[in-house]
């Protein structure tokens, strides 16, 4: 039976947030990260952050109560494919961001950084050294705008702490574009418990 007296987060991601709740699972770890607190996992594979608003906006239309924190993480899947220069997708993010504040007005949102690939969806070059500084930018922007609002990123600082920046694209898996399990599952255990602990 649900605590209806807890906070109830949100965390809507890509197939990262899938995998991160499957790992809890699989280990046994707290669902609701060992915080008093009710989250609700929402990741699926692929999801793009053009996906966000259609599921944001089904959700308001069949639910009354705003969540207390929502998480986002998403745009990675976005970043170089088509019609989505760094330009256009950092002014749709913050369009939508805005929207959203709009949608839920009593909840706190928060924007988790988007994590480096080996493989990007839309890599066309040898290398994605491009995209990667894309998504640095992106982060950057996005810290700045939610800050400006009063509102909190999730970052993942210590995530390939003591590498190059070479060696931090190499801490994923060649030919996968995924990043190693245990290292990306740790860093955003560590850095959502740490940023509700701070945030709620």
């Avoid at 965390?11 to 060992?34: K, T, V, W, Y």
């Avoid at 500084?133 to 982060?139: A, E, G």
């Amino acid at each position: 039976m649900t605590d209806c007296s807890l906070p109830r987060i949100w965390i809507i991601g890509s197939s990262l947030i899938a995998r991160l709740q499957a790992h809890l699972g699989e280990f046994g770890l707290d669902q609701n990260l060992m915080l008093d607190c009710q989250i609700t996992w929402s990741g699926r594979g692929g999801r793009r952050w053009e996906h966000l608003m259609p599921l944001l906006r089904s959700k308001r239309a069949d639910i009354r109560d705003d969540p207390d924190v929502m998480v986002i993480h998403l745009g990675g899947n976005s970043i170089g494919t088509y019609g989505n220069t760094r330009i256009s997708l950092m002014r749709r993010m913050k369009a939508d961001i805005t929207e959203i504040d709009l949608l839920f007005p009593k909840t706190k949102l928060m924007f988790s950084d988007i994590f480096p690939l080996w493989n990007w969806r839309g890599q066309t070059a040898t290398t994605g050294y491009g995209l990667e500084r894309t998504r640095r930018r992106l982060n950057g922007a996005m810290f700045g705008f939610l800050s400006d609002m009063g509102k909190c990123s999730v970052q993942y600082e210590d995530y390939g702490k003591g590498r190059s920046e070479l060696q931090r694209l190499r801490v994923i898996v060649p030919n996968s574009g995924e990043s190693r399990p245990s290292e990306r599952n740790d860093s955003m255990y560590g850095s959502f418990t740490d940023s509700f602990l701070s945030f709620t």
